[in-house]
């Protein structure tokens, strides 16, 4: 997860584009889907493929999307540590109860880092064309968009990033210019009216 959202703060520094037609149609059909959807609740694996190891490295847990509050992202397996995501900072929980604050002061953009896994959760246009060059894929109600990232600098940490679903963003796909690849499958995708009292008490962290 740190790797992760390590390569989505190098997103911040790119140019802006406009997508291309698909992938505009496919980021406004999930805004307002997102737009109509106070909580969303998900299940998640995730593999990390790394070039130095023959085995992938494999985290299970949950994930809560809070609109307007951030990302609650809790690891289950095979340890226990939970990340509270928001525009101002990330907040990491560790199994003990130890709380790691990390702020906007602390490093270069970290203030946006929220927003930005939000805008690749929900694809939301105006800020996923603000970082990458976007290609989407239409099938019925099943969609695919790719993105590339603009700035050289950024390439050089990132290849692309994969979305894929249908209502909601079902798989998230991040290959590393490096060679490791994170692949992230969501299941158990349910939406909420608003959060239950564990939740409210790990947001009022952030």
Do not use: C
């Amino acid at each position: 997860m740190r790797k992760l959202l390590a390569a989505v703060l190098l997103a911040l520094g790119a140019g802006g584009a406009a997508a291309d037609p698909a992938a505009d149609r496919i980021a406004q059909r999930l805004a307002r889907t997102l737009a109509d959807t106070p909580v969303l609740r998900a299940e998640f694996e995730q593999k990390k493929d790394m070039a130095a190891f023959s085995k992938p490295l494999v985290t299970r847990g949950n994930f809560v999307f809070a609109r307007g509050t951030g990302v609650l992202w809790n690891i289950e397996a095979p340890l226990k540590l939970a990340y509270v995501i928001s525009d101002e900072r990330i907040v990491e929980i560790a199994a003990d109860g130890k709380v790691q604050v990390k702020s906007g002061q602390d490093v270069r953009g970290l203030a946006q880092v929220g927003r930005l896994f939000r805008a690749l959760l929900g694809a939301q246009s105006a800020e996923l064309a603000e970082n990458f060059d976007a290609a989407g894929s239409e099938s019925g109600p099943a969609w695919r968009m790719e993105l590339r990232p603009k700035s050289a600098q950024l390439a050089h940490y990132l290849k692309r990033i994969e979305l894929s679903g249908a209502q909601y963003v079902e798989a998230l796909r991040l290959e590393e210019s490096a060679g490791d690849v994170s692949s992230i499958r969501f299941t158990r995708l349910r939406a909420a009216t608003e959060l239950d009292a564990g939740e409210r008490e790990r947001f009022a962290l952030r």
